[in-house]
């Protein structure tokens, strides 16, 4: 962010540079106390006042999936049009992950891997969680359409309020919580080298 504040000149263009990298940072930086660090500098930088109350936003929302924190309480919709509260739905160690209309490939690839992950962790939940907000419908045929499609699919009841509650970026996170209802580890990534291993520790808690 230093380099891009000493030699990018134009405004629009330095604003959205500090944004992306400084919401990079937030996303995937495992020792929380730096993030304070980040968003001062950030905010010394940033002229956009929109990007500077979403970090600010971003950054509230990661303090609350810090491990050992409860689960937030948020509304999904089943496929039978059911409005339930996610924690409801975790009784055993779980994934949460979510994917998006916008990233049609992502459904397929994201699906698969969980499909592989099933067969060796048949202890873990895994829950799939559409975050568009628009036609509720269209997801659901979406699912119904799909082979890869899971025991448990939802989608936002509210997914404006509740992507921020969750912190949902980038669309990778995926969030490893206890059977009760506790936060493992709230910025996990289900393709990442070590992502099994975290399987591991959230089954031997």
């Known amino acids: 962010m230093a380099a891009i504040d000493s030699l990018v000149t ?54 609350k999936l810090k491990p050992g924190e409860s689960f937030p309480d948020i509304n999904v919709r089943n496929l039978t049009q059911d409005v339930i509260n996610i924690n409801a739905i975790i009784n055993k160690p779980t994934v949460i992950y979510f994917w998006s209309h916008l990233y049609k490939d992502y459904f397929e690839t994201s699906h698969k891997r969980v499909k592989d992950l099933i067969i060796k962790y048949p202890e873990v939940e895994f829950i799939s969680v559409n975050i568009d907000d628009y036609s509720k419908d269209r997801w659901a045929t979406t699912v119904k359409n799909k082979k890869h499609a899971l025991k448990h699919e939802y989608i936002l009841e509210t997914p404006e309020e509740s992507v ?42």
């Open 10 to 63: 134009n405004t629009e263009i330095k604003n959205e540079l500090l944004y992306y990298y400084g919401m990079k940072f937030l996303s995937k930086n495992k020792n929380i106390e730096d993030n304070e660090k980040i968003i001062k500098y950030f905010l010394s930088k940033s002229s956009n006042e929109k990007n500077n109350e979403m970090v600010v936003a971003y950054n509230t929302s990661i303090n």
């Open 164 to 205: 921020k509650k969750l912190a949902v970026y980038p669309l990778t996170k995926v969030i490893l919580v206890s059977e009760e209802h506790k936060i493992v580890n709230g910025h996990a990534n289900m393709f990442s080298n070590r992502f099994e291993q975290e399987l591991l520790g959230l089954l031997n808690r």
